[in-house]
């Protein structure tokens, strides 16, 4: 008799807390959904089962539970920073290394680059031109660490592509967790760093969008030969 394979079903908090995600989604962030006799007579489940879904919703950012007055619970949304630290994680864990986030990220921030200069969003090149206007003022290691982050952030926005800030925002989460200030403690890593950005900022600002990638991949290949490079050495 041939053996038959059967697929574990759902668990019963596994399904009630993704029925609790789905009310959520169908809400107003913020919206109160229910007290906590409403939504088990609604869903038609223990309260201990409710109390595990509501858990695991609570952990993805789906739903808040208030307790006292105006308790109950409520939709809620993950915002872009979790789904960072989620995908970043559930990578580490997967063994991957900054040199795997950039060998993909690097193509990503070469075509950010390029539909930065497209931005029609005037918010958007006065921030950058805000941003160039100070480039010679990040001159320790913690001011160039959070100016290249700046500079990622704003040419993924202007880029106009979600999946592209998301991509971004995951390698520099990594280099942060990874290097620290690692590669900008050498003066001339951060002289050099200042002139590459400049020069990026000058290319998508003049909308020229054949050097603004040229000088993301020159950035791009810069860092990964810090990255590579032993602590203490220059090349």
């Not at 041939?2 to 609790?20: D, G, Y």
């Not at 962030?29 to 939504?39: H, I, P, R, T, V």
């Not at 921030?127 to 990622?152: K, Q």
């Not at 979600?162 to 280099?175: D, K, N, Q, R, T």
């Amino acid at each position: 008799m041939a053996m038959q394979h059967t697929i574990p079903a759902e668990s019963l908090v596994a399904r009630t807390a993704r029925a609790l995600s789905q009310i959520s989604l169908n809400s107003a962030e913020g919206e109160f959904l229910g007290a906590e006799d409403e939504l088990l007579a609604r869903l038609g489940v223990s309260r201990p089962t409710l109390r595990q879904a509501a858990k695991i919703a609570e952990n993805d950012r789906m739903i808040s539970v208030r307790r006292g007055i105006r308790g109950g619970f409520y939709a809620s949304r993950p915002d872009a920073d979790d789904a960072i630290r989620t995908l970043a994680r559930f990578l580490r864990l997967r063994g991957a290394t900054l040199s795997d986030i950039m060998a993909v990220s690097r193509h990503v921030s070469e075509e950010a680059a390029q539909l930065a200069c497209a931005c029609q969003d005037d918010g958007l090149r006065l921030r950058l031109e805000e941003f160039a206007a100070g480039i010679e003022s990040n001159d320790s290691p913690s001011a160039m660490i959070a100016a290249e982050t700046e500079i990622a952030r704003l040419l993924a926005a202007m880029s106009g592509n979600p999946v592209i800030e998301l991509v971004m925002a995951i390698g520099y989460s990594f280099g942060m967790e990874e290097q620290g200030v690692a590669l900008y403690r050498d003066p001339e890593h951060r002289a050099i760093c200042r002139k590459q950005q400049r020069d990026l900022c000058r290319a998508v600002l003049d909308r020229d969008s054949d050097v603004a990638q040229l000088m993301m991949k020159r950035r791009s290949d810069t860092i990964a030969e810090w990255v590579r490079q032993p602590s203490g050495e220059k090349t």
